[in-house]
């Protein structure tokens, strides 16, 4: 193919441990698809990221808000960043940008970006269908490809004229092909998940609440509690807030601080206590009945309520179409309300199994399509300057 042995310069930008694990998984799909192709990636993102060969100008895996009150703390960071990446993209005029995730920041780049006239793709979108839907304008004047990992999305982005593809789910691609041979059973020892969290200011603020739900569970059950740490989370962290917590309360829990993948964890488990996110598709592929937890800062949620265009937060439930799990936000999210549900999971057997039939049927609606895999096959095509790839 004429061309094939050119350098393409690509500008990728990935923002939290998530993010830059999608990016780093795109980027390895390109170079398995296109193994001719000679590609230099630069821009922002994690470790991920540089073993897969990116030039990384900043380390942004650290740098995670869960809101604008706490963004404030970064700001300095994030403009520092932003300057570096747009004086970059002007010197070196990259053939593509990807933007993987990370809104906040990558849609007012993508807007600076324009005015170089660099073809931009948007990988992970953010969830303008839930929260300020007014960036939806944003994405259709900056953005020439948006790469949807939920099939809902391409509905929604067609009705607001904005040029959007469905190219399968990274959780749903990973977790699939796995064999779960032994399913637990409500059986003793009940083993209950608890996910705080994957970000410092959030796991300050959910482990002890989590902690606090395992406590009211097991002053009415013998159950086993087991944290899944993510892989950037420090386990001392984890260690020390509960050393805190048991000093406060006095109560010693029958808990450990899993080492293992979160969805090996997960497949160990009963039932899952998981802060929004990820992991509630995890539970949901898994078929691990679970409750979402989320709590912001006061200020933040007050800032951000009106924005919303929703009542769900959980993936699973958006992926479903219709509530299949309780959702315990902000002033619902105590100790009585996601303890007894998570008692009724453990002690009605028809409950459990009525919710992990729910669970089945709505991973099922995220389709077989390898989400890295197709993701890379479009941005091939892009770096091809049009060429089909089939």
């Known amino acids: 193919m004429p061309g094939m042995s050119a350098e393409r310069s690509i500008l990728i930008v990935a923002g939290e ?13 390109v170079k398995c698809l296109f193994p001719n192709l000679t590609l230099h990636w630069f821009g922002a993102g994690g470790p991920r990221m540089g073993q897969q060969g990116a030039e990384l100008l900043g380390d942004v895996s650290q740098l995670g808000a869960i809101g604008p009150w706490d963004a404030l703390a970064h700001l300095g ?11 970059e993209a002007e010197r070196r005029r990259p053939n593509l940008v990807v933007l993987v995730d990370f809104p906040e920041f990558n849609l007012r780049l993508a807007r600076r970006l324009r005015e170089q006239g660099v073809p931009t793709v948007y990988f ?5 269908w839930a929260w ?9 004047k900056y953005v020439d490809l948006m790469m949807v990992i939920f099939p809902f999305e391409v509905d929604f982005y067609q009705r607001h004229g904005v040029n959007a593809v469905y190219v399968g789910n990274p959780t749903y691609s990973s977790l699939r092909h796995r064999l779960i041979t032994t399913r637990r059973e409500l059986d003793e020892p009940k083993r209950v998940a608890l996910f705080p969290g994957s970000r410092n200011k959030e796991i300050k603020r959910l482990f002890p609440l989590l902690l606090d739900c395992a406590r009211y569970v097991s002053n009415r059950a013998a159950v086993e509690f087991r944290v899944a740490k993510a892989p950037s989370v420090r386990r001392d962290q984890l260690e020390c807030i509960y050393t805190s917590w048991t000093a406060k309360t006095g109560v010693k829990l029958p808990l450990t601080i899993g080492e293992e993948e979160s969805a090996a964890l997960l497949a160990s488990c009963d039932c899952a206590i998981i802060k929004s996110g990820t992991s509630t598709l995890e539970a949901m592929v898994l078929e691990v009945p679970f409750a979402m937890v989320y709590r912001m800062a006061r200020p933040s949620w007050y800032a951000v309520k009106p924005f919303a265009r929703t009542n769900t937060y959980c993936l699973a439930n958006l992926v479903a179409g219709t509530r299949i799990v309780p959702e315990f936000v902000q002033d619902q999210a105590t100790a009585a309300n996601i303890g007894g549900y998570i008692l009724r999971l453990l002690t009605d057997r028809a409950e459990h199994s009525r919710i992990r039939e729910c669970l089945r049927q709505a991973a099922s609606r995220l389709g077989e399509l390898d989400a890295y895999d197709e993701a890379a096959r ?13």
């Open 132 to 140: 300020r839907m007014g960036r939806v304008n944003q994405i259709r």
């Open 77 to 87: 960071d994030y403009l520092a960043l932003y300057r570096r990446l747009v004086h």
């Open 124 to 128: 992970i979108s953010p969830q303008v």
């Open 378 to 390: 479009r941005v091939g095509a892009l770096l091809l300057e049009g060429s089909t790839v089939r």
């Open 17 to 29: 441990a998530s993010g830059e694990q999608h990016a780093a998984g795109l980027m390895e799909g």
